[in-house]
């Protein structure tokens, strides 16, 4: 079994990422697994170079600081001849339909100048995952629907040219899948959201952290209970909440009188889980030569693992 995952540095790395993502990861352990930021992807909707390489930087140190070994970590773009090799082999195979069906798509194409890149992007996430020849890939329910097209390019490229890819399979955390906007609970937490008080930042410092919590919206039901249909974005708190201590949502509910107390609770809960982690990340992007290192070793590793298949791959299709 082989495990892979990915976060894309359009953004600085929130608790959604967090705690749907990034410490699972730190979490699970098999040798082989791989975790990567995926800045290539990042290129798909407007952004600033110097930006992008500045936050690509960011969020390895977040991964290695929450504890995904620095062995298993690696930068997309430094496989970028790979990479790119092998989703032109996979858009060959993808129909423009299946593409232009992306959620993802649908809810960013909005606005004049769509990037063509947009649309194609799940096929650089197919080639991500069939490259290394991962079995599971452990995301938040947002890239689902991803995951799921990588299977079936798998599927399709092995039916026409020969067996090459293996399948993955999605998984899913069983708390914190979909972490919503603190402002609006129908919304997920976004690296994109605009008005960012609802978003809380795995480097936001421990006041920052504190205001927005105490900022987040609640309902005029007055009651802490666990009914995520009825009261939303009190579900939300107490998933989060669950989340950082480790219980259920329903028992991180038990006595917790009121959303004061409630908002007190989650505040701390979240602090006491990002303090460490800011921590080491303020230090690794203090030594940028260690994390160079990493980032080295890392494209080594994950570039031998995806040669062999990366041939076959060109050579059945006729490459070559
Ligand atoms: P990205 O950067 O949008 O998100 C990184 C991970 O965080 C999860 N996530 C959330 N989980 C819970 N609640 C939220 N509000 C929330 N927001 C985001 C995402 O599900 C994801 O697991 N395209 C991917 C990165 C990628 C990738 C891959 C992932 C590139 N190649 C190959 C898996 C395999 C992305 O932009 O994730």
Redesign the pocket.
């Known amino acids: 079994m082989t495990r ?5 540095p359009s953004g600085h790395v929130h608790l ?2 967090y ?3 990034v410490r699972r990861w730190a979490r699970e352990d098999a040798d082989g697994d791989l975790y990567f930021v ?1 800045d290539l ?1 990042a290129m798909t909707t407007p952004y600033r170079p110097e930006l992008l390489r500045a936050l690509t930087r960011e969020q390895l140190a977040v991964l290695i600081a929450t504890g995904v070994p620095a062995d298993r970590v690696f930068v997309q773009s430094d496989l970028t001849p790979e990479l790119t090799s092998l989703t032109w082999v996979l858009q060959c195979v993808t129909t423009y339909g299946e593409a232009a069906r992306m959620t993802q798509f649908k809810e960013k194409s909005t606005g004049a100048s769509v990037r063509l890149g947009l649309l194609t992007y799940p096929t650089l ?1 197919a080639a ?2 069939l490259l290394p020849g991962a079995t599971e ?1 452990p ?2 329910d ?2 689902a629907q ?1 995951v799921e097209l990588a299977r079936t390019l798998a599927r399709r490229f092995n039916g026409t040219y020969g067996e090459v890819f293996v399948m993955p399979k999605a998984i899913m955390p069983p708390v ?4 919503a906007d603190l402002s609006d609970p129908s919304r ?4 994109s959201a605009r008005d960012s008080i609802g978003v809380l930042h795995v480097l936001d410092e421990p006041d920052l952290l504190s205001r927005k919590v105490k900022r987040a919206v609640t309902d005029n039901h007055a009651r802490v209970e666990y009914r995520p249909a009825e009261q939303p974005a009190v579900a939300n708190l107490l998933e989060i909440l669950a989340a950082c201590t480790g219980d259920g949502p329903r028992d991180a509910a038990a006595g917790l009188d009121g959303y004061a107390a409630l908002k007190d609770a989650v505040a701390e809960a979240v602090i006491e889980e990002l303090r460490p982690v800011r921590s080491r990340t303020l230090e690794l992007l203090d030594d940028p030569a260690e994390l160079d290192k990493i980032r080295a070793a890392g494209a080594v590793r994950a570039r031998e693992r995806g040669a062999h298949r990366l041939a076959s791959a060109l050579r059945l299709a006729g490459l070559g």
Do not use: P
């Not at 914190?176 to 972490?179: G, I, N, T």
């Not at 997920?188 to 690296?191: C, L």
């Open positions: 892979l995952s990915g976060i894309t959604g990422n705690l749907g993502a995926s992807h996430m991500d995952i890939v995301v938040g947002d890239q991803h914190a899948a979909r972490v997920k937490m976004a690296k």
